[in-house]
């Protein structure tokens, strides 16, 4: 299917060479000058027309208003990182002045984040826009001051081809060297490891699978200078039902669920595929509410063929698990390439004795436990693994009366929601896009948000230098105007 | 030697079964109590008196001043640390309120720094203070608001055990559990695996060896869950010698270098191992005035004869590589426990060509790299590894007509320093004490400077939350009083 052939180590060779040359080019662009790449590759996006989204559904199956958000969203992230890049909160500038009359005398020291070099990005297969060649890694790379190199999804490589000639022009409308991005095509393990092996390669960041994400990660510890791995691996995004807000609209909370877990036929990281509760009579109204909405929605083509049929199989072996029931299925009869809408359910004693149900099943699928009692539900809190997010139906008096639970979800996500769903992944600061070990592979960066751009810098501190060999983000009369701590007191001030 | 046995494994599970009990206490911990806790350790140390002063002495032959001065630092360090802590920069708290009209509607999402969880900390035998029970490591994790497990350097561990004492004392005063910090023995290699592997870890701070670092890195990824390990491995610190500046005063250059070669028997992470410099007349002034000043400096006793025997192996490894000549050592007879100054020299043509000579002799030793030219230099630059420091010693006319050198330089380095000594850590913000691989085994954080705290703490969002159940440092009103970025901007405002 893929009409592309797969790089040659020569041409990997090549493009890494580029990008070595690149960087140092790279980490003296002004913030400025960074902006305006991200922003020409922005107005290349704008300017792409109809015939890119086509090209796009017909790799994907996404439907036309998806395809046509997502890039509008991918857009909105280049200029957003942008802004952020140009306004540089994002470099934690730090100055502390000297002090000559101290024993020993303490010289000036100045310190900001520099670029880590050169960054590999394995775009998703769910987002070929907002998380592939032109998206949320290779933004932010980029406003790191980091050349990038997008290894194609083999899923979508026309599209990832026709993003990069858009990223291709905007790099030479700006005056910059080839070597700043590159792109190559792999549908071989062997194309992607020679990528992260490669000793020019600084950093690595990866939307996709469990196996995929880790697999990198593993290979970049074993290399002789080892470096960091970006996976965002994905969750089931546990939903924790409290008894008073449950019993409070037991059918507008179904509602909303079935919404969230059929959202774009479930393929979303924050899909959320675990749902908790306590037995009662509100949880048997739920899921009985949840199962007519869902075996009212028809099933949608998946991404590819390989996601359609992993979806099967995943689905069948879940449903084969000792003490798991299917409660329901989408009603529509679905052919092979489509995702079929399923709630399942099983009790919190099998749920805590069985692993295999606290993985995911990528698509619209979702388990619904049942606990015995809120003891129970805490066990189930403290024994899944990290996440991406955890959600918390719950009322003040549920907080209040459970905050041993609200506390063991704390410390399992990277964002908690309160009363809401897990879809919806706001690109704003504030949004943390990432989770304890085994959602993503490193907990304390985000993928999401411009706070992103932090993955592919390091601190460094300039000492005793002579202010015009400085960066300009540390000289003395603040050239750029931006916050930086002088002697541990933030401000925009220059250096008296 | 060691009077103390090896923690067993029962005793290890005991002490991190009362860190993960402590791990939610010192989470929800405010900022406030986390200095108040530090600065109670501040104050123990304070109080210890000449007792302690005289048990350290004895354990790492470091003299009277320096043992003293060592623990100054190590208060300063936890006071400065408990006020970095308290006013919360650190924690990057960021809030985007709500747009409830926006398609679709944009929820409110705050974002703070939260711990990790229990922090193993391994001490170095060369700061028996400064980065060892109570140092860099322990301290930043308390601020960060994780439990601490130490375990104790095998080479003094009497004074480790002392100062353990000092802050059980602390956390007690203070009405916390004792879970919160914990003090294990073990000269053993299971010792530290078991602890590093326990899957109530979440974090590894560490400094010492690259050889113990990296073990500990690559275990520690081996996890099912991996955890991040902070290892402090130390570097060779490359001196770069421009023309011009050395023309202008080799005999002043070569004292400066004299002493910051034999500071403390040369035992410090910073001391400057490599001196490159271009032949000319003036590199030989310097080289004959380093000798003479080098061979004036008596042998001092080393921290402990592991230590020593160490130095003299690799002193002579380096000695007898080919195209290696020993320019000078102390004139003064040393005894085998004692670290005798020592400055070889070689071509930049050998050492291009000898990778061994690339390596840390951990000691006062130095040697001087005499290149051919410029672009000799150049080469060496780019050749050499990652490194916590690298100075340049140059005028204006220097750097403008080597710019590629400077260039090269700040690839390489975590701090950078121009005409000055790579010995002294100031601890300030803006010291950024870390470098590419393998200085360090994660060039993005430091273990020295208020920053170090982000080590040990992972962003977290919370989403569509109730004021009351948020944080105290992300509600609306700012009880706090702490800098946070809301909606794009920098302030200490409340929430309107």
Redesign the interface.
Known sequence: MNQYNDASISEINLVMDAAKVA??IM??LSLSKRAELMNAIADGLEQSGDELLAVVMGETNLPDARVRGERGRTIFQLRSYAK?CA?G?WL?A???TAIPDKV?P??D???ML?P??PVVVFGSSNFPFAYSTAGGDTASALAAGCPVIVKAHPAHPQTSQLVADIIHKAVESVGLPKGVFSHVHGSSFEVGKALVMHPHTKAVGFTGSYSGGKAL??MA?QRK??I?VFSEMGSVNPVFLLTEKLAADPVSIAANYAGSITLGVGQFCTNPGLIIGIKSDALDQFISSLATQIGNIPPGKMLHPGIAKAYVEKRSEALAQQGVTLITSSSTEASADQGIPTIATTTGAVFLKNNQLHQEVFGPYSLVVQCANAAEMLAVAHQIE?QLTATIMAT?ND?NSHIDI??AI??K????????VPT?V?V?????H?G???ST??????SVGA?AIKRF??????????D??LPLELQNSNPLGI?R?IN?E?SKQAVS
């Open positions: 960087a140092p980490r003296k952020a306004k909160d934690e730090s100055i502390d020993p303490k010289p020291i100045r310190k520099v880590l070099g990660y593993d510890n200078e080892p960091p990290g003040d907080i609200f506390d704390v410390e996500c990277g964002r908690m929601i309160l009363n809401g919806g706001e704003c600061l504030s949004m943390h990432g304890p070990f085994p592979t490193d907990s304390r960066f985000t706070d810098a390091r601190p460094m501190s300039f000492q005793n230098f002579a015009h060999f916050n701590t541990d933030l």
